[in-house]
């Protein structure tokens, strides 16, 4: 399947900002999952193409302007023709070793009720411990945004019952790192079944390894393995690390940030017009 | 009994300290009390008052200075670097191998998981390549020696240990005050550290660098414990000393600001420690740092010394390992051995540390310069009991090891020249090569008996003399 995606991030301050610097992941990596197509990130309209593979094989950038500017606009877009390959993801460029991702942080640090989970759905069959996994956070967790922030840590979000994507990727993660399962979390874009356009913000979900196999990307928030339907942007220790835009400004405070994804399947027409400028 | 560096139990003055003997003679206690005071005066005015790596406490304190020199022969001095390079070296090998494949625990000689599950280790800095291969530029290796022929590491410091100011002024001051005893050249000078380490630093000048390497050192700021040696060192190398707010990242590389335009730099020597590096690559709520840095690093734009994530090869949890790491890259015996430690994480380790406690020095593994450590033979019960707790409450933060009998160095006391422990740091720099000067600083227990020699706890510092012949 080919999807269409326009990203854009804004960032409003009061008043103008001296210096302005942002660590940008917004590039696609080519996988046996997904071929971007004609991707570009812009911040201000300028070209970033300082993308490079960071430590975890996702593509990395950085931005940086010394100018008097009141708003940020950084715009991610183009095309990914999306396999659906049974949830398993591969073909990374880099991998980092697996143990790295049994890495607890302040986000994922588990406490009782989290390791009581873990002893709740071990289970020697792997696949099948991270399917219980990923029902009970569903379970447990519901779906409910203003509910937490994007400083609550898994055991906060377990303790409340709700949550949003984040909060369910982080209680994933931890869990399978107390059970010794490599976990990482996952920021991408997702194609809503619903249709077109219903998601309009950046998706969160969890890779965790099993031998044989590889990773496979578990989304706790819909039940399901990941499809042709998801878009994989990075990944991370938790969401902090596996920010797609972090940015670090002098001279002033964010007023408002605002993100807005357009995602769809590419139609006839996107196709026709990529031939005809072939 | 502890081994006295300056007379054997007979009472025969040791040769290399022949020198200093005679001049104790000539000048008579007195003497070199008033003269003690001078020396102090003198570094009043110049206004060194920094804490050494790690210690804390207050920065405003003179360290006091002892005027006895320590003194090594060339001899003793020709193993301890050749031990000193070794370490050096395999730390380097070590630090390159855990960043990309993990040979060594592959081969089940380190545990995994007390690498990549270790705080001190940056997942970041995997698969890049530093220039050289080399992470640690400057490393510290602290030794205390037992015997005559026994000098063990008490730990490494791989960061950016410091402490090496003292190193040249206490000879500087030595050599003003005291000429004579300089004169007749019995002494190899250590004044050429700060051409050597900028030698050192340029050879590790980043892809991007063209031409003659532009090389600064960042430091947080004058509140910093260590600025003086900061400033100073900036100065005795002819560069710019910097603070992140002078530097910024664009088109994969470092520019610092200045009223001439911005001005490309190639080399970092950083005394920040890592969070505080990049507030988008490290802590996000870091006020210091230079954002974009670690992306122009990873690019080849500019090169940090010493590289973040370094830290890992001087963990207490992974120093137990570094004779198998010496063996392991460079097929050797360790020329320098490690003192036996028992780690608290594993259960044999946990019940003989408990059973022994109180004729152990323990420590946390991730504590420095002193504080949270127990000197068992020197604690009450209670405060044998209260640590044990600690250690049952987290067996992993912990290790033990036996108390040493440190040597003792010519210290001026009261009315005598009375012993008193000693330790040793020598200053490794590692580049295309490997440079050493002769020398390093010694610390020592300026209190009766005690075995310990930070700065924070009643230590002070001496010159080292390495003797030519």
Redesign the interface.
Known sequence: MELSVRHQTTYRYETPVSEVALRLRLQPALLDNQTPRDWTVTVNGALVQSFRPNAFGDGEGFFHRRTGVEEVVIVAAGLVATRDRAGIVSGFRQEAPLPVFLRQTPLTRPDGALGDLARSVADPDRLACLHALSAQVRDRIGYRSGTTSTASTAAEALAQGQGVCQDQAHVFVSVARCLGIPARYVVGYLLAPEGDQALRETHAWAEAWVPGLGWIGFDATNGLCVTDHYVRLCCGLDAQDAAPVRGSVFGATAIAIQADVMIGVAGPSADQQTQQQQ | MSFFEMQAPDGAIRACYAEVKRWIDETGIEGLHRRMDEAEAIFRRIGITFAVYGEGGDPERLIPFDLLPRVFSRLEWQRLEQGIRQRAQALNAFLYDVYHR?EI?RAGHIP??LV??NPA?R??????DPPGRVYSHIVGIDIVRTGPEAFEVLEDNCRTPSGVSYMLENREIMTRMFPGLFAKGLVTPVDNYPALLLKTLKEVAPPACKGDPVVVLLTPGSLNSAYYEHSFLADLMGIELVEPMDL?????RVWKKTTAGPRLVDVIYRRIDDDYLD???FR?DSLLGV??LF??Y??GGVTLCSAPGAGIADDKAIYVYVPEMIRFYLGEEPILANIPTWQCGDAEGLAYVLAHLGELVAKEVHGSGGYGMLIGPHATKAEIAAYADRIRANPGGFIAQPTLELSTVPTLGETAVVQRHADFRPFCLVGEQMRLVPGGLTRVALTEGSLVVNSSQGGGVKDTWVLRS
């Open positions: 993990g625990l995994q998981e990549y599950l280790f997942p970041e800095m995997l698969g890049f910024f990242v664009e088109n994969d507030p988008l690559a996000p954002p974009g992306h122009a990873r690019a």
